[in-house]
Structures are given as C-alpha cells and as structure tokens.
C-alpha cells in the first residue's frame, strides 16, 4: 500500500513539477558517447557499440524530469553537424576519452570551434572525462588544462571523470545537478572544483 500511495504521489507531482531538458551529446568517435547514453537511459552496458551514423535520439523520463538526448555521431564528417543538433539544447554534453592523450588537441580544437558558433552562446557545458576505468586516464584537473576549459568564459562548465560501466546510478544525477540552471533551482559555478566519480564495486 505504501508503494501504491508513493506511485500516486509521484505522479501527481510529475503533473506539477514535471521539467523538461534537452542535451547534445558529442565528442570525437570512440570517445564513448554512445555507451554513455545507453548507460543513462536503459542501465544496460555493453562492449559491441557500433559507430554511429549521424546521430541517435532518446527520450527518458526520470522522476519528474524528461530529457531529450541528440547522441551525435563523431567521426571527422560529422563533426559539422554538431552545432545544428546542439543548437536550442539545455546543455551541451562533451564527451572526451580521458585515456587517448594523443586525442587532446583535437578535442580541445573540436570543443572550442564549436563552442564559438554564435548560435551557442551561453549554453552550459558539461565535459565527461571518459573510461577512467582504464590505466592511464588523465584526471579532472588536467583535462581542465588539456582543454583548456578555465579559458571559457560565457556560460557555465563543469567536468568529471566517469566510467559508465559501473557509476549509471550517478550519472543522472550528476546531469540533473548540471542542468540545475535550466531546471530553475541552484546556479552552478564557473569550472567548480569537481567531483570524481568513481566506480561502486
Ligand atoms: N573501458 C571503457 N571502454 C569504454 C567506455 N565507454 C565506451 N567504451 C568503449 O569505447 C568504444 C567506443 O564507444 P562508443 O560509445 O561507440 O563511442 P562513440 O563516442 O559513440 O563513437 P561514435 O559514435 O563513432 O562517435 C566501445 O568499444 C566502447 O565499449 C568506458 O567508460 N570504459
Ligand atoms: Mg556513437
């Protein structure tokens, strides 16, 4: 009974209270943008993700809060089309390989080109530093510095380190507590000090 008054509850105040977001995901191929999405939205990790063509959309309701994720493809051809599909977003979602050092400056080239398209000013920038499961992954500050991410000045950014195979319970909620500008509750800073967002083993 109590479950069933806790299923009311909340959908009466889904009703209410409910809120919207819609993100961009992009970042260079194989970065992981795809396993990070389908980690967020079905729970479920896997290790035969395909490349993807253009671009995959998905929609998740959590709790009171539905997002609208534009998981957009990566590779070199595509990476034109970023800013059309970031265009009009909550945040944008840049997804970097925190393993692949020889990558750095193409993300950072990548990441700062996009973000100077005059149709994203001042849209919020979420970077995840991602497989920090494997040896070698750079930690939060030196990816600040890689991408050089303190030098962004007209919105707010925030980065982690995260591995989606096992930290999914804390990924929405890390882009929920992200979003909370567009979600109308606290402001985030500017580059705060961030989290790590380990593993649960
Ligand atoms: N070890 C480890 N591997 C990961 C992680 N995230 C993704 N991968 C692997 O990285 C490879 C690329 O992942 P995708 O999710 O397809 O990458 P993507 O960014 O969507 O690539 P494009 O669609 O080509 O732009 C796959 O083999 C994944 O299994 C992670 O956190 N840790
Ligand atoms: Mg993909």
């Not at 034109?80 to 400056?105: L, P, Q, T």
């Not at 096992?166 to 890390?174: E, I, T």
Request: hydrophobic share 40%; proline share 7%; with cysteine.
């Amino acid at each position: 009974m109590p479950g069933f008054f806790t299923s009311i509850f909340q959908w009466i105040s889904g009703l209410f209270f409910s809120k919207q977001a819609e993100i961009a995901v992009v970042g260079l191929q194989a970065s992981g943008k795809t396993s990070f999405v389908n980690v967020i939205t079905s729970g479920q990790w896997s290790e035969d993700v395909v490349p993807t063509i253009a671009f995959n959309f998905r929609k998740i309701r959590k709790g009171n809060v539905t997002m609208k994720i534009w998981d957009v493809a990566g590779q070199p051809k595509f990476r034109s089309m970023w800013e059309r599909y970031c265009n009009g977003v909550d945040a944008i979602v840049f997804v970097v390989d925190s393993v692949d050092h020889d990558k750095f400056n193409t993300a950072r080239f990548e990441l700062h080109q996009l973000l100077g398209q005059p149709t994203l000013v001042g849209v919020p920038l979420l970077v995840l530093g991602n497989k920090n499961d494997l040896d070698g992954h750079v930690p939060v500050k030196e990816l600040i510095r890689n991408l050089e991410l303190d030098k962004i000045s007209d919105r707010p950014v925030s980065c982690y380190s995260v591995w989606p195979t096992f930290s999914h319970r804390r990924l929405f909620p890390c882009l929920c507590f992200d979003l909370a500008p567009v979600l109308d509750e606290e402001p985030t800073q500017l580059v705060r000090e961030p989290p790590v967002i380990t593993p649960q083993l």
